[in-house]
């Protein structure tokens, strides 16, 4: 009887540790989908960066952050050149803290004040979200592949 349970115990493990790396897998493939620009084929428009920028991730409650661009020295928007993007880190960390299993949402999100409108005019997260299923499906099978 023991062993039995050992195996139904290590199975659980493993499900659970699958279901984590897919889940992680699965959501940053989403954000880079969202985050694509209209110049690579995707639906984010850029002429600042900032709301590529401001993209933040937070466990159990909505991101915040910086709403509005500051000003360069010359007194026009900053420009956030590609490669600069600071909250990359943010959503890695939330990404790493965040178990599926444990059911605490993980929210992502845009601060720019400006992020309601673009995302209705463009889609960017809206596309990115309905294609979901594909998404999880593709991870899995890469999850599946790398953990055999």
Not at 67 to 87: I, L, V
Not at 89 to 118: C, E, K, M, V
Not at 127 to 145: P, Y
Request: net charge positive.
């Amino acid at each position: 009887m023991a062993k039995a349970s050992q195996q139904v115990a290590a199975f659980k493990r493993k499900f659970q540790s699958r279901l984590r790396a897919t889940a992680r897998e699965a959501v940053q493939d989403t954000v880079a989908m969202a985050q694509k620009t209209t110049g690579e084929g995707g639906n984010l428009r850029v002429d600042t960066g900032f709301l590529r920028a401001s993209i933040q991730a937070a466990l159990g409650s909505m991101p915040t952050g910086a709403s509005t661009n500051a000003k360069g020295a010359d007194g026009k928007p900053r420009k956030w050149p590609e490669g600069t993007f600071t909250s990359g880190s943010d959503i890695s960390t939330a990404l790493l803290l965040w178990d599926p299993n444990q059911r605490t949402p993980l929210y992502i999100g845009w601060t720019a004040n400006y992020a309601r409108p673009r995302e209705f005019e463009d889609g960017f997260m809206r596309l990115a979200a309905q294609r979901w299923d594909q998404t999880v499906e593709a991870a899995a099978k890469r999850v599946r592949a790398g953990l055999g």
